[in-house]
């Protein structure tokens, strides 16, 4: 704060302000001085992204489709549920990794998300679930999962520092241990994480077989499952207190089987871990068809019975296409529909 003439402790008011109360105008930041408040006018801006579309479920999630200066968007979701509020949030506009199962990985990657923009989800949430300042207990924003589009160790620098200012006790203040990372296995970058955020990781397998995950997981042809299971055995923090989640999802006649089942629960001995049996939730054009209930819950009895708990995600906001695998940017929508019309 010295490049404005101010003592140190300012810096601590105004992040107070901004992360803590949530304020966007220094006007109204009333311990500052009048004139320390006029020359942040001046100079600054505290703003949010621009919403494009805010849709509700019939079941409560929320999806907000988000605009930044350059024209480009993102989407978030709000989960909302008995005991917590989850966060689903992007980590890049569009994604580099061609999941084959996922909407979001159809939409080619077009640039990294900044660290603001990262952490201007999380603010414009709050501001629309009325959570300012920022609550101890109770929270409808109580957790927050990089599940939204993108690959968050692509862009580890801005999720990084995003996250730190997330997890910020005299700011937005929401513990490590409700902010969960999930990565498709950029292998190199797992252990940074987990020592410099210590968050929860969340490993997006979806197959057993190099084979299979070649195929519908392309990342795996650089870091194969061999060295994908290595790092999570290697996590820092790693504990029964402290499990990986490895997000499966199920597809029919694909990877659903019994004998998948039983590899998987091969793959993963030793390590203190859950299954996050995820039903595939379909998109137009997608491939895959959904899972049949009778091969989900077979499914979830062997590896629930081997010792792993392996609950079945409830499908959330498919109504607004706000589902798990579905995001992708309306932008991008609406200009290929355009395109389509004028041929």
């Known amino acids: 704060m ?26 109204k930041m009333s311990n500052l001085s009048k004139d320390f408040r006029a020359a942040l006018t001046e100079r600054f801006v505290v703003q949010r992204p621009a919403i494009t579309v805010d849709r509700q479920s019939i079941d409560g999630t929320r999806k907000w489709l988000l605009k930044f200066p350059d024209g480009q968007e993102v989407e978030s979701v709000h989960i909302p549920e008995e005991d917590r509020g989850t966060l689903c949030v992007s980590s890049q506009v569009g994604c580099t990794l061609t999941c084959k199962f996922c909407h979001t990985g159809t939409q080619k990657l077009v640039r990294n998300l900044t660290a603001a923009e990262i952490v201007g989800q999380v603010m414009n949430a709050r501001d629309h679930l009325g959570e300012w300042p920022s609550p101890q207990d109770g929270r409808m924003l109580s957790n927050i999962v990089m599940m939204g ?9 801005n999720v990084a520092k995003a996250l730190k200012i997330v997890m910020d006790s005299e700011g937005i203040s929401i513990s490590k241990r409700k902010i969960t990372l999930s990565t498709a296995g950029v292998v190199p970058m797992i252990e940074r994480c987990g020592q410099e955020l210590g968050v929860s990781l969340a490993i997006s397998l979806h197959a057993v077989t190099d084979e299979l995950r070649n195929e519908i997981v392309p990342i795996n042809k650089k870091y194969p499952i061999a060295q994908l299971m290595q790092a999570c055995r290697d996590y820092p923090t790693l504990s029964n207190a402290r499990r990986i989640t490895f997000e499966y999802v199920m597809l029919k006649g694909i990877n659903d089987s019994p004998a998948d089942a039983r590899a998987l629960v091969k793959l993963i001995k ?17 491939p895959y068809e959904r899972s049949t209930d009778a091969a989900i819950n077979a499914f ?6 081997a010792g792993y708990a392996s609950p079945v995600r409830t499908p959330r906001g498919e109504d607004i296409m706000a589902a798990c695998g579905q995001l992708k940017s309306e932008s991008v929508k609406l200009r290929r529909s355009a395109r389509d019309a004028a041929a």
Not at 3 to 24: K, V
Not at 149 to 157: A, K
Not at 270 to 286: E, Q, R, T
């Open 300 to 305: 979830s009895d062997i590896v629930f019975n």
């Open 270 to 286: 030793g390590i203190p871990a859950k299954v996050n049996l995820i039903p595939f939730n379909p998109w137009p054009g997608a």
């Open 149 to 157: 589009m993108g690959e968050p160790l692509y862009n580890y620098e």
């Open 2 to 27: 010295t490049s404005i003439g101010q003592p140190a402790f300012r810096a601590r008011q105004l992040w107070n302000w901004i992360y803590h109360r949530g304020e966007t105008d220094f006007a």
